[in-house]
């Protein structure tokens, strides 16, 4: 009986039969590459969930499943660089405002995952919150929904700290009496911190280097007493950590690029920046990039100046921008968020579609993989019923690396069946 | 290129300086307008190659090959003209930047407040006036928030020289949050400030009995002329003269029953604003014709709820005959109205009943389809005019219209855009 149990159990746990096969094709469709223009009746195949071909004459190999794009708009699948959808535990280590030495931990059944698959997003980067001005480390995942844990990490993506600035790292928000307030409380404190702990993170480089030498040398010699959260820094000061840096003002993101010049470190990715249009050319000078909200403005005084033209001033510039959800209900639609920019900015559609495809996974190191619909490439797409920024826009299905994990059709019957059979639901 | 990139260049180019300094934050040049060659998009009417002529403040004309000695002829051939959108329910004018509280004063002391008028408060300097108006929202209901009874809404347009210029009703109904037996009441809508009534709910319902039956009561008396004037229990009247509706925060089944039993027990017309489970109770809503103002689309649904049941919602309450408008809710995105109602769309509302329900069904439920909601012979001249399908995120709204001023595109997004596109390229060495 027990043996029975387990094996009832394990049959169970197996992957439902719509996951089992990772090869899948889709045809008669307008195919959105992103890198190399759109495919009208093109066809799109993935074999062993990689895309082995894509193009308006591709042989559909004999017996493959095939979905049948006939007016359908398939685009590679969805990136969010910047997410909290799936962390377990809280996403702020509070206690301090510097502790790059943590890592956000995740869990694998929060139905936001699902929800956003539902808006055709396959991966996304887990970001540590904004209380500290160097906080935790990300994890980058594809949401492989019901998936364990480990199998979600997007194995090559960058590693990515969060750094954060402005309001909410010097709590300007907070009634603490001036007793209770942690340093930093001003955006000037923010300054001092970086420089300060990077200079400690130098020196502690610089002893390891030593060591390294003098150990060769000399067998015995000391060993320096190992510290994580130094260890984190000359990380970022190597580029061995990506810095993604919670920001809203023009100001601090110059203040934080300069500092960053001094100290002889680099940020990946501005997230927010809402004010970065203001700052474009010195973004641009310093090599990085933006991860912006397409239109939110008012919501706090560090807002006030964001404009939804932001991301069509940046790309006009030359700073290559992604648009982010950082909410559970934005990154259900941020097909929607990435054509605002051209509904206010004008921007090209595909430099718009590109805002949450390509240029997203650029910035999480893993362009090599995913967001732009070439041979070779992982095969994560999602497939709308029009197009994305049209008014009837709706996602069908996602698929990652072949496998369906959203299916429109199957979300409908399935709600059906248990409305008709579920507690309280008539049979 | 779009209408708003080219005019925003030929603005910074100068060319339009001299009006743009004049009015700058200035609701627009007064007429009178010849719209030309446009077709013209009301919810239930397309009509191809149509102009349009505004006259102080009206549409005076709308029909093929008008004229007008005098007016400033648009050109429109090519382009759409819909009327302008409106938001259900927002705080604008009342509330700016949602963090500072000095600038969030959308609530008065004080549980029963009939009297509060949100019209009176209104900034007409609010940037997120600008802002609103820029994507075609020309009117939007902007209310206080908060205790019991949280005062008088409004029904505004989005541009105008004074709050009084700004108004199409200084009072569009009366926000009321029945006090929930069930707890969910106790602290409102969004809890602390801005949210409903705080306080034990089984004693706040006492109250809200005594007080309805003392304004019903004082109606009669005052009728009958026996009773002396009082300015709380007069700002009841107007609900029980049926003028004006009850605007009631409900979201469950439960709750929204509750209200529509309301409505009835006292004799007042009831409008429901959220709405989240309108759905459940939508041949009710149909049969009892009370409207619903729903809360923004661009939301999520509770854990267990299937995963577009905020985005289906509108469909289905369309396929039962229930009115309802579209909303945001806050402020600072009313322009994204447009944008709910795309999602709803995407997710089974025929277009129509989306257009239906971003102009002339708001202003069916308060009362101002005289006014606004269509372009149509004698209603205020508020429209925008687009190069597409403004439920298309590739469209752009290239001019708008309120009251019948051409309303320049001064707003605080297009300033700093065009402040910033101008910055001369910086060449730096790091």
């Given amino acids: 009986m027990r043996i029975l149990n387990y094996a009832g159990i394990a049959l169970a746990l197996a992957a439902p039969a719509a996951l089992a096969a990772q090869d899948i094709a889709i045809k008669n469709a307008t195919i959105a590459t992103i890198t190399n223009g759109d495919i009208q009746n093109g ?103 019901g998936m364990p844990v480990d199998s979600m990490y997007f194995k090559g993506a960058y590693r990515i700290v969060k750094f954060a600035l402005g309001e909410n790292v010097t709590r300007a928000s907070s009634d603490a009496g001036i007793d209770d307030r942690r340093f930093p409380m001003s955006r000037m404190g923010v300054d001092f911190l970086l420089h300060y702990w990077f200079d400690k993170a130098k020196d502690y480089d610089k002893e390891w280097q030593d060591y390294r030498a003098e150990v060769k040398k000399n067998p015995n010699a000391l060993m320096p007493r190992r510290d ?196 309280g639901g008539a049979k | 290129m779009s209408g708003v990139f080219v005019r925003s260049l030929i603005v910074a180019a100068g060319i339009l300086a001299p009006v743009v300094l004049a009015a700058q934050a200035a609701p627009g040049e007064d007429g009178p307008y010849l719209i030309k060659g446009g077709t013209v998009v009301n919810a239930d009417q397309r009509m191809a190659n149509t102009d349009i002529v505004v006259r102080n403040g009206r549409i005076t004309q709308v029909g093929p090959n008008l004229s007008l000695a005098g007016a400033k002829v648009i050109d429109a051939k090519g382009k759409f003209i819909y009327p302008g959108m409106i938001d259900a329910n927002t705080g604008i004018g009342l509330q700016e930047i949602g963090g500072v509280q000095t600038m969030n004063l959308r609530q008065e002391l004080g549980e029963f407040n009939p009297h509060i008028r949100a019209v009176v408060a209104l900034n007409v300097e609010s940037e997120i006036l600008g802002v609103t108006r820029m994507n075609g929202v020309t009117s939007v209901i902007t209310s206080p928030t908060g205790g019991v009874i949280s005062g008088q809404a409004a029904l505004i347009n989005t541009a105008g020289w004074t709050w009084e ?160 408008a579209f909303s945001t809710g806050n402020g600072s995105n009313a322009r994204h109205v447009p944008l709910h109602a795309q999602l709803a769309v995407a997710y089974g509302l025929p277009e129509e009943g989306a257009m239906k329900a971003l102009t002339i069904w708001p202003a069916e439920i308060f009362g101002a389809d005289k006014q606004i909601g269509s372009i149509a012979q004698g209603k205020l001249a508020n429209f925008f005019i687009t190069n597409g399908d403004p439920l298309d995120l590739r469209t752009q709204v290239t001019q708008v219209f309120i009251k019948g001023r051409e309303v320049p595109d001064d707003d605080r997004h297009h300033r700093l855009y065009l402040k910033y596109k101008a910055r001369p390229v910086t060449k730096i060495t790091p």
């Fill in chain 2, 165 to 324: 210029d700004l108004a199409i009703s200084k009072n569009a109904g009366i926000v009321i949050n029945l006090p929930s037996a069930a707890g969910g009441g106790r602290r409102g809508g969004g809890g602390g400030r801005g949210g409903g009534p705080t306080g034990d709910p089984a004693q706040l319902a006492a109250e809200l009995e005594q007080f309805m039956q003392a304004s019903k009561d004082y109606d009669a008396g005052r009728a009958a002329k026996t009773t002396k004037l009082d300015l709380i229990y007069e700002s009841m009247r107007p609900l029980f003269a049926k003028e004006i509706p009850a605007i009631i925060p409900a979201n469950t089944d439960a709750q929204i029953r509750s209200a529509i039993a309301f409505g009835e027990k006292w004799g007042i017309r009831v409008v429901i604003q959220g709405g989240q489970q309108a759905f459940k109770v939508r041949q009710l809503l149909a049969q009892k014709n009370v409207p619903v103002i729903l809360g923004a689309i661009e939301a999520a649904p509770g854990d267990a709820d299937p995963y577009d049941e905020v985005y289906a919602q509108p469909g289905l309450l369309y396929e039962a005959g229930v009115k309802f």
């Fill in chain 1, 228 to 423: 994580l959260r130094l260890e984190a820094l000359v990380d970022i000061l190597h580029g061995d950590l990506k810095v993604h840096a919670h920001s809203y003002r023009g100001d601090e993101i110059l203040m934080l690029i300069r500092a960053a010049d001094d100290e002889g470190f680099k940020i990946n990715t501005f997230q927010h920046a809402l004010e970065a249009y203001k700052v474009a050319d010195e973004i641009k000078a310093h090599g990085a990039t933006v991860s912006t909200f397409a239109d939110m403005w008012a919501y706090k005084a560090e807002a006030w100046d964001a404009i939804p033209f932001n991301m069509a001033l940046l790309t006009e510039r030359g700073v290559l921008v992604s648009v982010n959800s950082d909410s559970d209900e934005r990154i259900r639609r941020l097909y929607q968020e990435a054509g605002v920019g051209v509904r206010y900015g004008n921007m090209p559609v595909n430099e718009a579609l590109k805002m949450i495809t390509l240029n997203p996974a650029k910035q999480l190191g893993v362009d090599k993989w995913v967001g732009s619909l070439e041979v070779g490439k992982d095969g994560d797409i999602a497939i709308f019923n029009s197009h994305p920024f049209s008014p009837t826009a709706m996602v069908e299905y996602t698929i990652i690396e072949g496998k369906v994990y959203f299916d429109r059709n199957d979300a409908v019957t399935l709600r059906k069946s248990v409305a008709n059979t579920g507690p």
């Fill in chain 1, 43 to 145: 066809t799109i195949v993935i074999q062993k969930g990689k895309i082995t071909a894509v193009g308006a004459n591709v042989q559909i190999p004999a017996g493959m499943k095939t979905i049948d794009g006939t007016g359908k708009f398939v685009m590679p699948g969805i990136i969010d660089a910047h997410s909290h959808a799936a962390l377990e535990g809280g996403i702020n280590e509070n206690s301090e405002s510097v502790t790059p030495e943590v890592q956000v931990q995740l869990k694998n059944d929060d139905p936001v995952i699902y929800r956003a698959l539902a808006g055709g997003v396959i991966a996304a980067n887990q970001l540590h919150g904004s209380a500290n001005t160097i906080g935790g480390q990300s994890r980058v995942i594809k949401f492989k929904w």
